[in-house]
Structure formats: structure tokens, C-alpha cells
């Protein structure tokens, strides 16, 4: 599955995406007076093969949610069992992507691929059709510790990144238009920041934040941690599935197909936070035009967002120091991709509205 889903994937199309620039000039508005919505256009328009591009809805966030061995080195204080309870609270519409996914008219799935502790929730209790749903895809109960072996088998790694890609498939066959990522996964930064160190070649210096709001010395901790996981292993970010096993998460490894699977399909797929672009260093790497379908939807406050961001080439479409998660920054960010296409399909040409030109 792995391979014939990254044989699809294919480059934008250039037509496409000369067309858009050609409407875009004779649209009632100055060239270039949207700023970064009509790149993004063009772009989204490359991705679909068609001006306009279809408009990106329905929406869908698929939360993956793991745990990691590593926290048993003492990155974060917040007990492992929190990834299982946050899944109820997910479950129950009480959580802030809940509240964000309503407004935004998303749907919510989320996806236990690696949960260590029992979920207080069966897959047959959670919501109906119309609220958020669980499916259950547990790899294995947590990643093993990073600094001791490899996190993962790369059998394991597969196997998560063909979670992402089948629920992509299924997301896309249901109905949605616009693929959103969301995270779970208590100490889920610290094989964030190794996945962007080894496949950006930065030191885990730049790649490390505080996640949840460390102190000083959990922070320096955890630097270490990253450092050590890296000189263990030193992975070799040629060979994206020996990355993920190496150092990294179930979630990040099923977010990576996700967007692998957004990109086969040729629907885009709207970025979230440090997590999700960790993931898409890995999706990049396994396919450089799965960076096509990918929309970044804000900078994290993690410093090793901004760096993962720049070594993909995107502009994040909004700041506001969010780090939080869950796949809240993407629907915040949502309606400015809604809009970027909405251009296209309504606004008047000069000609058509009897507009002078300069």
C-alpha cells in the first residue's frame, strides 16, 4: 500500500495553474492585492487539475493519538495516561477541537494508533454518524524508548503509515474535501523535534521547544533526550521509514500517511502544528510532490515548526502563537483556504461586471 499509494502521487499541474494566474489577473481587484490567498489558489488549483479547483469541503480532521516510551525520561510532567482521557474528552465534543471543528462545520475522527493505557471509551460507544467517531488501529501499546532501541519496528512504522493512508482514503471516499491533522499523544514533541532535526540536519537545539510549557531543567532534559535518541540511531533521513522507526511516533508516522494519502488522492491536506509538520518532513521525504497538496495552517510556537516549515518551502497563513494541538490551529486557519478558492469561483471579471481596467 505504501508504495503504489506514493507511485501516485504526481507533480502540480501546470495548466491548471496558469489558467488560475491568468483568471486572477482579469478578476475586479488590483493584481496581487490578496497577497499569499492567490499563490495559494494557484496552487490548490495545480493540486486538483482544474480552474477553479473544487471548493475544499466538506472538512475533516483525523486526530491520531499515541504514546511514546520515551516519556519515561522525564520530558514532560504530565502522566501518560492523559493521551487515553483526552481520547474521552475527544469523544465526548468537550475538547477545543471539538468547539473549533462545530464553528468550522468539521468533521472529527480520531484514530488510536498507539494508546498505551485502556481507553475509557469503546469504538461502538462514540458518537454517532454526526459527532466525533473513534476508529481502532493500535500498532502496538507506545513507541519503546528512543535513547534505549528504536522506537519502532520499521514492520510497525509501515504499518502506522498505512493506517494514515487508509484513513485518508476513507475520509476522501466519504465525502471530504480538505483533510485537516490533529495529535494526540502525551511527550509527543520530543520525537517531534528528532524527526525535524534528522531530516532538516539541524541541531536538536533549534528543533526542541517546550511543549506543553516546561520548566528550565525538563527543558534541557529533553534536548539531551532528542540528542541522544540522535547519536544512537543517527537516521538516515534518505530512508524516511528507518526515521520514523528510529526515532519517531505512531501519530507521526500515521499522520505522514495521511498526507501521503491526501496527496495520492489530489485533495489537500491543511497542516497543524509541530506534530503535523514533523510528519510532513517524513511525507516529503518519501514523495517530494506530496509537498503540493500540503497547506500550512499557522506557526507553531514550538521553534521547530518554523524550522520544519522552511525546509518544506511553506508559509504558514496564520500566527498566533498557538502549541496546543489537536488539529486547532489547522480549522482556525480553514476558512482562509475556503476563501482562497472562493475567489475563483465568485468573484466577477472586469469584462463581466463592466469594470474599467487601469
Excluded at 499563490?39 to 486526530?63: H, K, T, W
Excluded at 528512543?146 to 465525502?175: C, F, N, P, S
Aim: charged share 15%.
Amino acid at each position: 500500500m505504501l508504495e503504489s499509494t506514493v507511485a501516485a502521487i504526481g507533480p502540480l499541474d501546470e495548466a491548471a495553474m496558469a489558467a488560475a494566474r491568468d483568471l486572477h489577473g482579469r478578476l475586479t481587484k488590483p493584481a496581487g492585492s490578496l497577497g499569499a490567498l492567490e499563490p495559494l489558489s494557484v496552487r490548490l488549483a495545480g493540486l486538483a487539475g482544474s480552474c477553479p479547483p473544487p471548493l475544499p469541503e466538506p472538512a475533516a480532521v483525523a486526530i491520531f493519538a499515541g504514546d511514546h516510551g520515551v516519556h519515561a525520561q522525564g520530558v514532560t510532567p504530565w502522566p501518560q495516561e492523559v493521551t487515553a482521557q483526552m481520547i474521552g474528552n475527544f469523544l465526548a465534543g468537550g475538547a477545543v477541537v471539538n468547539a473549533f471543528a462545530r464553528q468550522a462545520g468539521a468533521s472529527v475522527t480520531v484514530v488510536d494508533v498507539g494508546v498505551a493505557t485502556p481507553l475509557p471509551v469503546e469504538p461502538a460507544e462514540a458518537s454517532g454518524p454526526a459527532g466525533p467517531r473513534l476508529v481502532a488501529a493500535n500498532v502496538r501499546p507506545g513507541t519503546r524508548d528512543m535513547t534505549v532501541t528504536a522506537a519502532l519496528t520499521r514492520q510497525e512504522a509501515r504499518a502506522a503509515v498505512e493506517t494514515g493512508i487508509r484513513v485518508a482514503g476513507e475520509l476522501v471516499d466519504a465525502g471530504a474535501g480538505i483533510l485537516l491533522t490533529g495529535d494526540m499523544g502525551i511527550g509527543n514533541t520530543t520525537p517531534a523535534a528528532a524527526l525535524i532535526a534528522a531530516f532538516a540536519g539541524v541541531d536538536p537545539v533549534a528543533a526542541t521547544g517546550r511543549g506543553t510549557g516546561v520548566d528550565d531543567e525538563t527543558y534541557r532534559r529533553k534536548i539531551d533526550v532528542v540528542r541522544a535518541a540522535l547519536d544512537r540511531h543517527a537516521p538516515d533521513p534518505a530512508d524516511p521509514l528507518g526515521v520514523l522507526a528510529a526515532v519517531g511516533g505512531l501519530e507521526h508516522a500515521a499522520l505522514a500517511g495521511l498526507i501521503l494519502g491526501a496527496a495520492a488522492r489530489r485533495v489537500p491536506v491543511l497542516l497543524d502544528g509541530v506534530i503535523a509538520v514533523s510528519a510532513a518532513l517524513a511525507a516529503a521525504a518519501f514523495a517530494p510532490d506530496a509537498v503540493g497538496a500540503m497547506v500550512a495552517g499557522h506557526r507553531s510556537a514550538e521553534p521547530g515548526a518554523t524550522v520544519a516549515l522552511r525546509h518544506l518551502g511553506l508559509d504558514p497563513l496564520i500566527d498566533l502563537g498557538l502549541r496546543l494541538g489537536e488539529g486547532t490551529g489547522a480549522l482556525l486557519a480553514l476558512p482562509v483556504v475556503t476563501g482562497a478558492v472562493r475567489v475563483l469561483h465568485e468573484v466577477a471579471t472586469f469584462d463581466s461586471a463592466g469594470v474599467a481596467e487601469k
